[in-house]
């Protein structure tokens, strides 16, 4: 409608200018290509939630490599790459963001998770493909329809009645990522599911669909959930739900019901994940990681974090404490200082570390008389305990400690 237009205007009108002038950008290479272009899926979505949105794609009824490479001349600090393929393009700015652009198609998924096959077809078949139906709504961006919404599948009511709703009963079969696509809408919107995405959610857990996802994705979805202000929600339904135990084979102890809430949400992803595995033992951590494929330095600190709890729960000295606290990434030690078994005898430690106030270095050695070699080594680990250990308090008694071991050194 004219007013449903102007209001969409309106939302357009308060983005910030680079997306405005962007949108302007693509409309003009609308006109000069003779070809309708729209702006579709979560962009819309969060236009009409007035919330702030990331990416930009784009649907272009026509060839979408000829647009991205007409609309390249409008952006000069893009740069293109294309994928035949698919029919589609992306160009990436360089602060790192993007926007795609692809042909109104269909897809054919030839088995469940596999990647999608190519046809050329209309923009309400593009539409249908998508996952609910909050997502599946378009603007055109041409000059004379400029800001139209198209919607065909009842996105906008799905919106104000705060419903996550898929377009039709394969969808999860079809994608099985969507499943968790759709608990992070949810939560992230605090939207509900409509019953029959509920149920088919559940039926598609029960008999299996997940099977068909890859490690990769499957993963990658996963992450995207710890990235998230309400990942611990979202991490709740995974579990509740029952998603998690029929990816990972068994019950593991998920830990996303923490006191502290508040402080997640200045917790980087490694730090929300390393807490979130921090109440399973190691036997499981060792289940969780054969189902997923971390990046090198998230599955390396939760190595870290397993081999450090491994450790203090043996009987350590302070100084063999230090030396794995300091070799440990700062992330495993804070989570596991949150670990009432350890919590006071790593805070001791730390603080123990705080009062070390060594002078002493292996310039100071050589002057008393020491020989180049591993000694000096050993002696500044060796004063360095002594402080650790309260044998000493002062730069007297460390140059005292360090010159009665020099002497028998010589
Ligand atoms: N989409 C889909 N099924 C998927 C992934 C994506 O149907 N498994 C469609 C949806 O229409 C979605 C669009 O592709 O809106 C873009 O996907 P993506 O960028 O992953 O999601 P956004 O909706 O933009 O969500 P986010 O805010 O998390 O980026």
């Not at 020491?370 to 002594?386: C, N, S, T, Y």
């Amino acid at each position: 409608s004219i007013a449903m237009r102007q209001d969409i205007l309106d939302l357009i009108e308060r983005l910030p200018k680079e997306v405005q002038n962007l949108l302007e950008a693509v409309s003009e290479t609308a006109e000069e290509e003779e070809c309708s272009v729209y702006i579709v899926g979560g962009f819309v979505r969060d236009l009409l939630l007035s919330v702030p949105t990331q990416d930009l794609d784009f649907v272009v009824e026509g060839s979408g490599g000829q647009f991205a490479q007409a609309l390249m001349r409008r952006i000069p600090d893009g740069k293109l790459t294309q994928h035949i393929k698919f029919g589609t393009a992306q160009i990436i700015f360089p602060d790192g963001s993007h926007l795609d652009i692809a042909s109104t198609r269909w897809e054919h998924y030839s088995f469940p998770g596999a990647l999608p096959q190519v046809e050329e077809s209309c923009l309400r078949d593009d539409l249908f493909r998508r996952d609910f139906t909050i997502n599946s709504m378009a603007i055109c961006l041409n000059t004379e329809r400029f800001g139209e919404l198209v919607d065909y599948y009842g996105g906008k009511q799905d919106l104000q009645q705060r419903k996550i709703r898929f377009l039709h009963n394969i969808s999860f079969i079809d994608d099985p990522t969507r499943m968790l696509r759709a608990i992070r809408f949810a939560e992230r919107y605090h939207f509900d599911f409509a019953k029959e995405t509920l149920d088919a959610l559940h039926t598609a857990i029960e008999t299996g669909v997940l099977s068909k996802l890859s490690v990769e994705r499957f993963t990658e979805e996963v992450l995207l959930i710890f990235r998230e202000v309400n990942y611990l929600a979202m991490g709740q339904i995974l579990v509740e739900s029952g998603l998690f135990k029929a990816w990972f084979g068994k019950e593991l102890a998920w830990n996303f019901n923490l006191d502290d809430a508040e402080n997640s949400k200045d917790w980087s992803i490694n730090m929300r994940w390393l807490v979130s595995v921090s109440q399973m033992e190691s036997a499981e951590i060792g289940t969780l990681l054969e189902r997923v494929i971390l990046n090198r330095s998230l599955r390396d600190e939760t190595i870290a974090y397993v081999q450090l709890r491994e450790s203090l729960m043996e009987r350590l000295t302070i100084s063999e404490m230090d030396r794995l606290l300091n070799k440990a990434p700062k992330e495993v030690v804070i989570v596991l200082a949150r670990d009432e078994r350890f919590k006071v005898r790593i805070l001791e430690c730390l603080e123990a570390g705080q009062r070390i106030n060594m002078s002493l270095d292996g310039k100071a050695l050589l002057q008393m008389g020491l020989k180049q070699g591993p000694e000096i080594g050993e002696i500044l680990d060796r004063v360095r305990m002594a402080w650790l250990e309260g044998r000493i308090s002062t730069s007297e008694e460390e140059q005292g400690m360090a010159r009665q071991w020099v002497n028998t050194q010589r």
